[in-house]
T-cell receptor, first 114, second 109 residues
């Protein structure tokens, strides 16, 4: 079974802090994604990566950056946390090749910015 | 633009059948996914359709009409554990998954 592990289930940080959210997958997937999930808005894509050191902006990249130095690890960075970044953050991974490749999600990190 | 619509909430009775609809508009359509998400947990993959027609997997079936931009998820013999949110997601191109806001299903005894 694919395992996507996010470093924290719950995190509380202060406005202006630099925040790191880590995600690791164990199935050699090429693609990795970061979403945030807010009530009434669904999942919104922040960034994704299709290979090591490659990254593409999603729909809401402002205020975020990412790092993918190794294939199994994809980090989301909040450069200077703000209260409107309080949300549930979900990491996902998928295979790049072949049909019917669903995304596999981590359990999420509920981040509160005070 | 790219858009997915699904109902916000549905209620059904244990043992019944429920159909959750999803309409989508997307360029470079490359398939439609359904996920189940229990409160406080990660979404888990249920089904995938890329060709028109019905895909059956146990108590769950999913249907796709590409010409109508329409899909549904059919849940039979509902159980209490089926109470969850059901997310519809369209794949646009190779990487871009567009998610609906989810349908919260309540199964009543």
């Amino acid at each position: 079974d694919v395992k996507v592990t996010q470093s924290s289930r719950y995190l509380v940080k202060r406005t202006g802090e630099k925040v790191f959210l880590e995600c690791v997958q164990d199935m050699d997937h090429e693609n990795m994604f970061w979403y945030r999930q807010d009530p009434g808005l669904g999942l919104r894509l922040i960034y994704f990566s299709y290979d090591v050191k490659m990254k593409e902006k999603g729909d809401i990249p402002e205020g975020y950056s990412v790092s993918r130095e190794k294939k199994e690890r994809f980090s989301l960075i909040l450069e200077s946390a703000s209260t409107n970044q309080t949300s549930m953050y979900l990491c996902a991974s998928s295979l790049a090749r072949g049909p019917r490749q669903p995304q596999h999600f981590g359990d999420g990190t509920r981040l509160s910015i005070l | 633009g790219q858009n997915i619509d699904q109902p916000t909430e549905m209620t059904a009775t244990e043992g019944a059948i429920v159909q959750i609809n999803c309409t989508y508009q997307t360029s470079g359509f490359n398939g439609l996914f359904w996920y189940q998400q229990h409160a406080g947990e990660a979404p888990t993959f249920l089904s995938y359709n890329v060709l028109d027609g019905l895909e059956e997997k146990g108590r769950f079936s999913s249907f796709l009409s590409r010409s109508k931009g329409y899909s549904y998820l059919l849940l039979k013999e509902l159980q209490m554990k089926d109470s969850a949110s059901y997310l519809c997601a369209a794949l646009s191109g190779t990487y871009k998954y567009i998610f609906g806001t989810g349908t919260r299903l309540k199964v009543l005894a």
